[in-house]
């Protein structure tokens, strides 16, 4: 069976390309069958220290937080993430590198053949995985392979009933900031929402998250109470001292077991700061003593994720706020940088976000000189006629609309001047599809 499967799927792209067609939702999705399945694998990594992470924004920046701390200490680590950019091997990284095509098609091999031969209930049940449980399978065979002490897992939808959360053993778990998002399958209020990012919770285990929002905080306590957790809390009082530099922002931390202590992010996004106040936070409850102070302020400073605010070329910055939470988190950025010039802002998003709502707070706040708008090359692209009509209901500004991202970037890029700032938000997926491009095209063609 191994010899066909390899003659059937021999190189990483045949892998992708059959990943890509498997379904993203299921009628057929059963939790039950998924830890079955589980099971049948031989419970994969499962030697590892599980770190869960799940909420609504931050997830990755705060997986990205922690595994830079570990490497820097010295700690083997697999990081599980999602969504990609560029390349689907993006969600699996070991030791700070993303792995190798070879290992990609290795793990895919795996889970595949592990299918080809289930057991009379699955058979049964005609199971068969869906896009994250197919990605999470590869990711714990790949780090049960290369023996990593830590495994840091990103939930990729809700928490309760996620894949990564047949995983029953865990070190840690962190939930980041809640807001509204996925509530067709999550809820339609913050509580709902907040229930289902807490079903990673397990009995004994610490819990950090944000306590800012009192709603939120009170059903992660009652989620904790119900199986034992341990809950701590990040309070708003524990930052202080933010100084927000060109490229950077110091601020001082308070620690369970230490006082206020000065921490640096390199970045200009000002919501980075609670996302790494979160990973130093919990790194501390580890208890590892590799983890010394200044492995941790170092591993936080040295701490580098795509798409969040990212400076792609001078004062040309992507970052990819997918929902309200997200926007308002990057307009607070925006608002604290000062801009010589004119700030340009160029935005596309999927038609099942809240672009009402988005766009309402992108061109109501008058930050923006210029607006351009784009469609992306996704089924669930936003058409764009719509998208501008709703930008037109909240501003004045003309805005500029084009029918490809390569037409948008090209008239953006040849109007700014050496003072602008140029702003590109609204979608992970337009943040891949704009590196993509700036990969393609030689540096004369913008």
Excluded at 193 to 202: C, H, P, Q, T, V
Excluded at 250 to 264: A, Q
Excluded at 296 to 318: A, C, H, K, N
Excluded at 369 to 391: C, G, H, M, Y
Aim: hydrophobic share 40%.
């Amino acid at each position: 069976m191994r010899q066909n499967m390899k003659e059937i799927f021999d190189t990483y792209g045949a892998a992708e390309e059959y990943i890509n067609a498997t379904p993203k939702f299921s009628s057929k999705y059963s939790r039950e069958n998924t830890e079955r399945f589980w099971e049948h694998l031989g419970y994969p990594a499962r030697k590892s220290k599980v770190v869960h992470v799940a909420g609504t924004n931050g997830k990755g920046s705060v997986c990205a937080y922690l595994c830079s701390v570990l490497k820097k200490a010295g700690i083997s680590c697999g990081r599980f993430t999602s969504p990609h950019l560029l390349t689907m091997r993006e969600r699996f990284v070991i030791d700070g590198d993303m792995v190798a095509e070879g290992e990609f098609l290795w793990a895919f091999l795996v889970v595949t053949e592990a299918l080809a031969c289930l057991p009379q209930e699955l058979a049964e049940a005609a199971y068969r995985p869906i896009f994250s449980e197919y990605l999470f399978f590869m990711a714990m065979v790949l780090f049960e392979k290369h023996g990593v002490e830590y495994v840091v897992l990103e939930t990729g939808l809700g928490g309760r009933l996620d894949a990564t959360n047949v995983v029953e053993e865990k070190e840690l778990c962190i939930l980041t900031s809640i807001g509204y998002d996925h509530m067709e399958y999550l809820g339609e209020t913050l509580s709902e929402i907040a229930a289902e990012k807490a079903g990673i919770l397990r009995k004994g285990v610490p819990v950090v998250y944000p306590d800012r929002q009192q709603q939120v905080s009170g059903v992660i306590e009652a989620c904790a109470r119900e199986v034992g957790a341990k809950t701590f809390p990040l309070k708003k009082t524990a930052i202080k001292e933010i100084k927000i530099k060109n490229k950077t922002i110091d601020f001082s931390l308070h620690l369970h077991y230490y006082d206020y202590i000065g921490f640096t992010v390199s970045t200009s996004a000002l919501y980075q700061v609670e996302n790494a106040s979160l990973a130093a936070s919990a790194l501390t409850l580890l208890q590892e003593e590799r983890i010394t102070l200044p492995v941790l302020q170092d591993g936080i400073r040295e701490t580098f994720w795509e798409g969040r605010m990212e400076e792609i070329r001078p004062s040309v910055y992507v970052d990819g706020a997918h929902n309200v939470d997200g926007i308002r988190a990057f307009l607070e950025t925006v608002e604290q940088r000062s801009c010589a010039g004119r700030r340009m802002l160029l935005y596309s998003t999927v038609r099942d976000k809240q672009y009402q709502e988005a766009a309402a707070l992108l061109a109501g706040k008058a930050l923006f000189d210029k607006i351009f708008l784009t469609s992306l090359q996704n089924e669930r692209a936003l058409p764009l006629r719509q998208l501008v009509d709703t930008f037109g209901q909240y501003t004045e500004i003309p805005i500029k609309a084009y029918d490809t991202l390569e037409a948008a970037l090209k008239t953006l890029l040849g109007q700014k001047e050496e003072r602008d700032e140029v702003y590109i938000v609204g979608s992970l997926y337009l943040v891949g599809e704009v590196k993509a491009l700036l990969r393609s095209l030689k540096d004369d063609q913008f």
